[in-house]
């Protein structure tokens, strides 16, 4: 006899409801102790999309890219700033872009992943997610291997991804709630 529909849907309703519990727990298990602090994020900030070079070099921190403590994320320059207090570079570096840009504008970082398997199959470690793109979870990663594969442009991905000691520099820095600015 055929199982009913409403049971399929019963069924598929808990599997969805466990999953997002999981996840839940996964993401509770990194929040920082001051993350009831305010802090200034959310939608793109209008302006951040038209941040200009910085005419001091590749890896001083490009002009409009805001204030305080935050990681920067430069799309056309495949490069990020993990910016300290007083405006202080702590650590840049070049990444390798996904398939999947995120908009220029400010996010702030949602979750974390100590180690997970990429949505390209690669075994990836000190996962830092801050926003998504139709469904596509954007977010910088290291693969343990410490490859830096060319993105496939037919596959929607969305790791941003570093070498594993670049990695391991975000981790530290990027906790939940930590301020993202992308820019051109």
Known sequence: MAASSSGIVAGLT?????TV??????ASATVP???????TVGSP??????APRNAKGPTAVPA?????ERV???LGGDRVWLVGGGGKVKHT????PSAVDPAPGSYAVTSRSKAVTGSDGTPVEHVVRFTSVEGVAIGFSAAVDGSTPAP?????????????????AMWMFATIGRKVVVVR
């Not at 900030?45 to 038209?50: L, V």
């Not at 409009?64 to 305080?68: A, C, L, T």
């Not at 570096?93 to 390798?96: A, D, G, I, K, T």
């Open 14 to 18: 808990v599997a969805a409801l466990a």
């Open 21 to 26: 519990g999981f996840l839940a727990y996964q």
């Open 33 to 39: 102790a001051d993350l009831g602090s305010p802090r």
């Open 45 to 50: 900030a209008a302006g951040a999309s038209e």
């Open 64 to 68: 409009g890219s805001g204030k305080g």
């Open 72 to 74: 920067v994320y430069s």
């Open 93 to 96: 570096f070049r990444v390798y």
């Open 152 to 168: 496939d442009p037919r596959v929607r991905t969305g790791g941003i991804r570093e070498t594993r000691e670049d990695g391991e």
